[in-house]
């Protein structure tokens, strides 16, 4: 499988890069991405140049500190926030142009995301807030509320289906949001620091569930400042000050998934 | 759309007290909108149904006995006829009681043209020469039933005992007591025994015409035909109308008026509550955007959720109005029964019913919008420019004032649009309520100072079979009587004009009669005149001109010094001194005294003195006082303030929530340089009371301007004449003002406390859209 690096990418940022067709494995494909943050005096430049390729399948972590445009890139990457200049194709089609609708469209079925805040809707009841996709795809109630009963029962969840995001730990908060963001099969999964605001045996539980589901073939996109997160990782991606500094895969993709445990006795 | 649904359950169930409040203001207003359109069309209706089943005469005119009135018939436009019948005056006695009344001859056949309904018993019937049918009103008054009997004395004093065949109704003249004389119908032998004078008899024409609208035109034209020294009396279809609706019409515009400007306050109750919660749920908004939400289906949420609440609210107070509608008391429940009958009562209701649910869904659209554009992410937003403190908050550091003053100053009006906002939304109900209490001072002015409202003489007394001079001396001898008036009032024609005002000669030239004026000055001599407004425009006059009328055959050339306030007769009075009327013969009989009571007395039971002590030969009635009529007005009132305060309430709570949202952070910084949580509270508290201090300020000083105006245009459109509208006192002003910015105060105070307890981390790390 080839890797993009920041080297190669740059060279397909041809002129004529509109004519560029994606590589039929990447899941992800974004070229020459900027996103500049304008204040009343001030400009922040949170994501410069950067090229990105995931392919299907995959479970890539980009890193850095706070600050460095993660989220922002994040963001981007999901539509919800539009860049400045640059292209973004996934599953194969060119999105960086869409409208806001067209994406909202877009994220019913191909991107789901999970974020370190959980933000659950908090006037609905767990239930609610997972069979709600469900619904905005076109699933009917019967359908969407046997999947949500089906991820429910794999996140350990069945008890707590009644209840509202305030009456949740951030643990149950997050395994929600996580089924929220799976409801629909999406081909990708983003999420932004979903172990940021748990405690170490949430973050493992997280983490091994994200392991799970990358095992079964979801592709992963995620963002944290934590190494021992980012480890879970097929490929850690590193950026800092908006540009990737560097790009490395741990695991061979022939090697096949690996646990936590692994990453965390390989690293030490 | 499932979605769709899923989400708005969802909020309905999180925000129940709120929904609730909504879906109850909606139908209150809805109620209220309901009762104004049956009263309007219970004012409107119960003549045009009688005309139009009766094939109603368009212009009624009264001329002498021996005037021939073949030409009328031919006049363009006539398309049929009523009569002529001969009539005259009589009374009508029922024990004390008694009311003048015209005779009207007609044949046992029922005319084609203006044809009375009989509602009960039967028509006039030659086998019975001594039959009567009454008009339903005046029947209706004298609780006169079929089969019994009514004394009807002539001119001459001779009484004669009639029994009624029937009550009908028609279409020819107003209700009685409004309208006077009441209407009867008696065969012309017996109209020949009541008055054998044929001098006495007068002919009463009806003109069916082709087109309404002409009506005035064919009275000015018949009168020209006739000439005006024949023609007594001129009565046109529209003059009826508004005599019969007028009472409830008023109290049907107030009504609507009142629900309208509720409907206004609701709308803007609901922008501001949805505009509170779209800025309270932005992350969930984003939330559901993130999942898939297009902008497009965002704004549909909260459109759905208000136009079902909306709806909600509608059907709840339709199906009240409709089930209780009947039930209320007095003419309110009266005309919701009669509009429960009505086949148009279904378009009304849809009408209504679209209009409310239109509005607030009107309403809801911006805040929709504007929730609609909330971005996907949770973005960094760049921090506004920081606001420099502003000029209240620096005028309260400079007076030293304690910290939280100063600070609640500057929460309260340091984003200037947004607290104009507040301000304006929170100033439209005080606004209305001030309007209210303007009302309500009015009818207290009619109640306690009837004397500054053209209501001096709260009794009137009319000698039957006593002389002039016995009468005088009855009333001067009866202690409560600070005044007795001698008066009389005889219909006047104005050229070029159609219709007839009343000309009163009241008060002499040496003890002139108080008019209550509102522009010029009293009568000083016997050719001037003061009118009430009614009767400026029907002449199209002002004050200081000359005008010219004709009554009883003598034209009169009067010159208007004055414009008296005229809560009778739609103000279509002309009065001078009695020595106006003077003719060859001297001063004119009084047909009747206005008495001016001593303050304090009852009028009541100074009628109660004043027949005991006539044995009935003085009929004293009381001065129907517009207030009296006009009591479901304060009804009205009440339930009017209660809605506005109730969408006041809505208001500063939205108006205390989203200044919170404002300011979480700034109080969790201050909490953390050293504020205590009580000093905290004194700020929010501070700037709620401050912003509704400035709202009070604005809508009380709105209120009163308006007030007056609304007020006065009603007095000008219904006769009575500008300057009835009384200011509310200021202690009430002032007592209402004082009331809402501590009920501002206290509502804050929990929204306040709680946001005091919430930890300081948590404040400081709160989202800041």
Known sequence: ?268 | MRALLRWVRADLRAHRGQAALMVLVTAVIAVSLILANALLRDAANPWQRIFLQSRGAHVWIHVRSGADTAPLTRLDGVTGVAGPYSTASADLVRGAEKVSLELRAAGPQLPSVARPLVRSGRWLDPARSDGIVLESSLARAMRADVGGTVTVRARDGATRTMRVLGVADSADQGSYPDWTPGLGWVLPTALDRVEPDPAHIQQAIGLRLRDPGSADFTAQQAVTTLGSGQVTQVTTWQQVRSAMGQDNRLLGLLLGVFGLVALVAAALATAGAAGGRVLAQVRDIAMLKTVGFTPAQVVRLFLYEHTALALAGMALGAGAASLFGPLLPGALGEAMGVWQAEPARAGALAATGAGVVLSIALATALPAWRAGRIPAAPTVRADRPASGISRLARLALLLKLPPALALGSRAAFHRPLRAGLTVARLAIPIMMITVALGSWATLDGFQDHPRQLGLAASLTARPSGIDDAAARRLLTEQPAVAAAYPGAEIPALVPGETTTITLRALGTADHPYPFALAAGHLIRDEDEAVAGQGALNLMHAKVGEWVRVTAGGTPHILHIVGRDIEPDHNGEMLSVDLGALAGPGGTPKAQYYALVLRPGANPTAVRTDLLAASHGRLDVRPVANPAAQLGLVRVVVVGLVGVLTLIGLAELVTATASGLRDHVRDLGVLRAMGLTPRQVTAIIVTSTALLTTAAVLAGTGLGVLLSNRLINMEGQASGVGAGIARMPAPETLLMAGAVAVAVAACVSVVPATRATRARITAALSANRT
């Open chain 1, 1 to 268: 499988m080839s890797r993009s690096g920041p080297d190669t990418a740059r060279v397909a940022a041809t002129p004529d890069a509109d004519h560029v067709l994606p590589p039929a494995e990447a899941m992800l494909w974004a070229q020459d991405l900027v996103k500049t943050h304008r204040g009343a005096e001030t400009a922040t430049h949170a994501v410069r140049h950067v090229d990105l390729r995931v392919d299907r399948g995959e479970f890539v972590a980009i890193m850095g500190p706070s600050g460095a445009g993660k989220s922002t890139l994040l963001h981007l990457l999901g539509g919800l926030d539009r860049p400045d200049s640059g292209r973004i194709w996934l599953d194969g089609q060119r999105v960086d142009g869409l409208s806001e609708a067209r994406w909202s469209l877009l994220r019913r079925r191909t991107v789901g995301i999970v974020f370190q805040f959980f933000n659950l809707v908090t006037n609905m009841t767990a239930a609610d807030n997972v069979e709600l996709p469900a619904l905005l795809a076109g699933m009917s109630p019967r359908q969407a509320r046997a999947r949500r009963e089906e991820l429910f029962a794999e996140l350990d969840l069945e008890d707590r289906a009644r209840s509202t995001p305030a009456a949740l730990s951030g643990g149950e908060q997050q395994r929600v949001a996580l089924a929220r963001a799976l409801v629909n099969e999406p081909g990708l999964l983003l999420a932004d620091e979903p172990t940021g605001n748990l405690d170490s045996r949430n973050t493992r539980d997280v983490l091994r569930l994200l392991a799970r589901y990358h095992a079964s073939g979801q592709t992963i996109l995620l963002v944290t400042h934590d190494a021992r997160v980012a480890s879970g990782a097929d490929r850690v991606i590193s950026l800092f000050d908006g540009e990737i500094a560097d790009d490395t895969a741990l695991h061979a993709p022939a090697d096949g998934p690996t646990t936590v445990a692994d990453v965390l006795r390989l690293k030490g």
